[in-house]
Nanobody
Framework: QVQLVESGGGLVQPGGSLRLSCAAS????????MGWYRQAPGKQRELVAQ???????DYADSVKGRFTISRANAKNTVYLQMNNLESEDTAVYYC????????WGQGTQVTVSS
């Protein structure tokens, strides 16, 4: 099964930016939809951005206009550009197909704090 490795998280001040990457061990081109999910402390995991094979994108209302998802099928990589970050964006971020595979990566922690 495809293994997913997320990276790029960190500590950033409100209003700052981060770019997350997700490297897959196998081809992602066969996955019609890839997504970024996040899980904040005490909350359920939620889908925040998704991208189709034709590059159509969709976003949760909470991140629309601030986050941009992209995919590079040739590199088996999915990206999430996050701008104008808010404290509410603090969470562990994961990538997976939509709907998700049963196996998840370790995620990457994003902390937005002054």
């Amino acid at each position: 099964q495809v293994q997913l490795v997320e990276s790029g998280g960190g500590l950033v001040q409100p209003g700052g930016s981060l770019r997350l990457s997700c490297a897959a061990s196998g081809s992602i081109s066969r996955f019609y939809v890839m997504g970024w999910y996040r899980q904040a402390p005490g909350k359920q995991r939620e889908l925040v951005a998704q991208i189709y094979t034709d590059s159509t994108t969709d976003y949760a209302d909470s991140v629309k206009g601030r986050f941009t998802i992209s995919r590079a099928n040739a590199k088996n990589t999915v990206y999430l550009q996050m701008n104008n970050l808010e404290s509410e964006d603090t969470a562990v971020y994961y990538c997976n197909k939509v709907p998700p595979l049963t196996n998840w990566g370790q995620g990457t922690q994003v902390t937005v704090s002054s």
